[in-house]
């Protein structure tokens, strides 16, 4: 079965300094990876998605991720995080037909930003 | 054009009783899918509905179950409500390889 893991509960940095989250995923196929954040209360947004070809993609918000197939990851980063970036964050991988109808998530990862 | 749309956005109800909530999915979009966020278990799939038929289904009891209108308008249906079954429950709409959450329904069964 497919599954995703976010090593990092907590995250904590200071505002202007870099980002790195951690995801790894088990999937027997090519996999199709998706990162959403989620403030308080609310849904979810997409921040990036990867399904072939360059391996490092960009998203909104100034975040982009790399898939390195030889270590099952995909880290999102983000060179200078901002006050507004505070929320939670999710890796996903889609179980089903890639239309991202179908996704199984990691445990997500909740960033904290010092002033 | 407009989002994903669950309504109500919150609800509290008790232990025994049933519950529906609503989805109205971007216009366009035939695909439905439900998921269950809680602090303990994480968000995790429920079901999937397409042009009216459930596609997929996640590893919940038969208390959860679903349907889909002609319009691609769903509901879920939980029965028998358990306190377990406190959660966020949040819709996405599918479309061009990426899926779009509503703001979620959360449930407070007590």
């Known amino acids: 079965a497919q599954s995703v893991t976010q090593p990092d509960i907590h995250i904590t940095v200071s505002e202007g300094a870099s980002l790195e989250l951690r995801c790894n995923y088990s999937y027997g196929a090519t996999p199709y990876l998706f990162w959403y954040v989620q403030s308080p209360g609310q849904g979810l947004q997409l921040l990036l998605k990867?399904?072939?070809?360059?391996?490092l993609v960009q998203g909104i918000k100034g975040f982009e991720a790399e898939f390195k197939r030889s270590q099952s990851s995909f880290n999102l980063r983000k060179p200078s995080v901002h006050w507004s970036d505070a929320a939670e964050y999710f890796c996903a991988v889609d179980d089903d037909n890639n239309a991202g109808n179908m996704l199984t998530f990691g445990g997500g990862t909740r960033l904290m930003v010092k002033p | 054009k407009a989002g994903v749309t669950q309504t109500p956005r919150y609800l509290i109800k008790t232990r025994g009783q049933q519950v529906t909530l609503s989805c109205s999915p971007i216009s366009g979009h035939r695909s439905v899918s439900w998921y269950q966020q809680t602090p303990g278990q994480g968000l995790q799939f429920l079901f999937e509905?397409?042009?009216?038929?459930?596609?997929n289904k996640g590893n919940f009891p038969g208390r959860f179950s679903g349907r889909q209108f002609s319009n691609s308008r769903s509901e879920m249906n939980v029965s028998t409500l358990e306190l377990g079954d406190s959660a966020l429950y949040l819709c996405?709409?599918?479309?061009?390889?990426?899926?779009?959450f509503g703001q979620g329904t959360r449930l407070t069964v007590v």
């Open positions: 990867y399904f072939s070809g360059d391996t």
């Open positions: 509905y397409f042009s009216e038929t459930q596609r």
């Open positions: 996405a709409s599918s479309g061009e390889n990426e899926a779009f």
